[in-house]
């Protein structure tokens, strides 16, 4: 607590920042500022994305691609897109991956602590609230998309999150660039009640759909099922995207395809480091580096 | 007085007025001046809007059509569409035939602004007027009418002033099955099947994942129910009431409007914030 610059402790009560709650607008000012003096706030970047969920009997799956886009290049061929939550939750991301991994760790974690505390499985909803207002007090600057399902003591549940904080209760879901052709395929095929089975078909269908119609995803497809007493995170569910073509000779060069120019190279020794960098080298000795196979020098 | 036959012009291409045609058209750019007295343009031959003030381009669509969905089978070939023009936001016309007759062999059908969408039918109808004339029992192939409205929108977008639509040409004649395409910039390709507007992000999917150039009839009616309905739910100026034309060897048809089944029963709409307060 502030105490007054009189020293005066009687006087009106005047609470530290973060007690004073609501929306901190402190920064605008000097954004504002910033932006006059020339910066430019580099957008965020997007991923390209196709995630999907289904609720079917007895549980949810959730399905997702594996690239990553980085502008118009492929960043990650085989990323993973569906986050652990809970062991009962996961949730898929769609947007910024940065923004996606750190969000979705935070309320694993903060679950964690939480489950810790009440000795009790977590709820869905639980990370919903959390995502949701963590999500919205960064008003949509966090460019998190969601797909977020699990199994608890109410259920199944599958929830679909948006960067800016609102979230749908849905029967199934998609979200990312490639939303709209996952999409297609819920609305013409999707039944209530499927089997686990016709679940995971019509999701890894709904991402092959993204995958071969949007060009921000590709790759693979992965799948989580969760049921109330297991969860099959099945990575790489499908392959649709195999390398055809691989030299059947191999890539093998022999020494000496590459012209040396010019070597310059130190062995690290007490000698050469300084004092205070000197550290124990566990694995080999500096000799076995230098005599080893790691540089062909002939 | 036999009116001049000016939509389309062999020297400067279809859809412009030439120089030297209307005289009293032309005075009016005598001063590099944009002409000061309206002159409809119900396809009449004068397709520029002219009002007063300096040339403008077209900037926007006002009355628009959305998806149009075509698809190739073993018969022939199937186009469907909704019937709503919607102004802006409001929807405003309920029963729009978008999908046009052009002659015995061919269809068309549209996405985007209506008034020139009638101005396109009327280019037609006045080919189709030509080759009665002719009287010789030889019709216009569909490929051909594709081909000439790729001349039309494309010399259209070079003067700036485009017809704002992208049509669908579907057709059967000689034996050969055709659906094309023309973008508002003179973009055309043809395909087994095809989309225009919003079918290209939400119908496409599910024809390339289902479609075979040899399906029957009533599967080809059902995968283009089922496109039309993933459309339907999803796009917010679509209606649920839609025709489908088809052109077989035998002759051509467009039915009439007809709904799609939706199903809003699902578990999860019931009560959504059951156990999420503040989602919906």
Redesign the interface.
Known sequence: MALLASGNVSAAYIPDRDERGGFNFDNVARNEMMSQNGLKFKAAMKTGTTITGV?FKGGVVLGADTRSTNGETVADKNCEKIHYIAPNIYCCGAGTAADTEAVTGMIASALELHRLATKRKS???TA??ML?SHLFKYQGHVGAALVLGGVDI?GP???SVHPHGS?????FATMGSGS??A???F???FK?DMTEEEAKEIVA?SI??GI??DLGSGSNVDLCVITADKVDYLRNYECPNERTYVRSKGYDFPPGTTVLNRRNFMTATAATLPVNQIVDIIDGAPEDVASGDAMQTD | MIPTRVSHNPIIGPGVVPFGVDPAYDAQYKLNQAPRSHVASHGQGKPFTVEPGPHQRTQYPYVTGTTVLGCKYKDGVMIACDTLCCYGSTKRYKSVERIKKVNSSTIISFTGELSDFHYIVSLLEELDTTDYCEDDGSELAPWEIHSYLCRVMYNRRNKFDPLWNSLVVAGVKHGRTFLGTVGMIGQHYEDSHLAAGFGN??????F??KHTDDMSEEDARKLME??L??CL??DKTMMNKFQIAKVTAGGLEISEPFQVPMNWG????KD??K??V???
């Open positions: 609720c709820r869905v909803v919903l609230t949701k109410n549940h599958l929830f979230s749908d209760s849905l029967p709209l052709a999409m297609a395929v609305e013409a095929d209530e269908r092959r759909a071969f119609n | 992000h939400m119908a496409r999917p599910l390339r994942e089922d496109c309905r993933a739910m999803r699902y578990e999860k709409f959504p914030t156990h999420a503040g989602a919906w």
